[in-house]
């Protein structure tokens, strides 16, 4: 079994930044990718960044150069920086993650953890 945990969240104002975090504990084998998806109110969830085991990583076009994923991959840890935010960045953000225990992998989500930027 396999926990997401989020931290982070949070109100800002518009310009400001936060830093969102997720752990991953449980019977890891391989983290094959981490990262964040989000869904604001009345639309789908939707990618905003993915790191993978490679290093290389993957951003929405809303967010590039502006937010930044990263990863503790000793600790199975996630990380968004996230800048310059902007009212349209409001949404509830989860963890993500791919995960391989033994031979098969799996996806893992978090709780979710509400993102307010306020303008």
């Known amino acids: 079994q396999v926990q997401l945990v989020e931290s982070g969240g949070g109100l800002v104002q518009a310009g400001g930044s936060l830093r969102l975090s997720c752990a991953a504990s449980?019977?890891?084998?391989?983290?094959?990718?981490m990262g964040w998806y989000r869904q604001a109110p009345g639309k789908q969830r939707e990618l905003v960044a993915l790191?993978?085991?490679?290093?290389?990583?993957v951003y929405a076009d809303s967010v590039k150069g502006r937010f930044t994923v990263t990863r503790d991959s000793a600790k199975s840890t996630v990380f968004l920086q996230m800048n310059s935010l902007k009212p349209e960045d409001t949404a509830v953000y989860y963890c993500?993650?791919?995960?391989?225990?033994?031979?098969?992998?799996?996806?893992?989500w978090g709780q979710g953890t509400q993102v307010t930027v306020s303008s």
């Open positions: 993500y993650a791919n995960i391989a225990i033994g031979e098969r992998s799996s996806n893992y």
């Open positions: 449980g019977s890891i084998f391989k983290v094959n990718a």
């Open positions: 790191i993978r085991s490679s290093g290389s990583t």
